[in-house]
Nanobody
Framework: VQLQASGGGLVQPGGSLRLSCVASGRTSSRYVMGWFRQAPGKEREFVAA????????YYADSLKGRFTLTRGNAKNWMYLQMDSLKPEDTAVYYC?????????????????WGQGTLVTVSS
């Protein structure tokens, strides 16, 4: 499975961005998708995850209410809508996936990773 993340860029504080991630390759099995991020000088951290059907999501506590994760009708697409962005949201955002029907928030629980897309929140 290959993952391709896109949609990063420069945005002012309070602005919005939508990140996309598409999975290709052997995607016939049901799989969970998620986002992680890594800020400069910090460890990678969990952002959000969505189950195969798109009906269940799980967010990092600090991001609830500002970030919304959805899955496209074509299940291999995932979208992260980020609103009310803050400078501390600046990071490289990575999409990840693994086979399974639940929700996972541990970095070590994911099998496949995309290359990352940079989000910079600055005035």
């Amino acid at each position: 499975v290959q993952l391709q993340a896109s949609g990063g860029g420069l945005v002012q504080p309070g602005g919005s961005l939508r990140l996309s991630c598409v999975a290709s390759g052997r995607t016939s099995s049901r799989y969970v998708m998620g986002w992680f991020r890594q800020a400069p000088g910090k460890e990678r951290e969990f952002v959000a995850a969505i189950n195969w059907s798109g009906e269940s999501t799980y967010y990092a506590d600090s991001l609830k209410g500002r970030f919304t994760l959805t899955r496209g009708n074509a299940k291999n697409w995932m979208y992260l809508q980020m609103d009310s962005l803050k400078p501390e949201d600046t990071a490289v955002y990575y999409c990840a996936s693994r086979q399974g029907l639940g929700l996972f928030y541990g970095e070590e629980q994911y099998t496949y990773w995309g290359q990352g897309t940079l989000v910079t929140v600055s005035s």
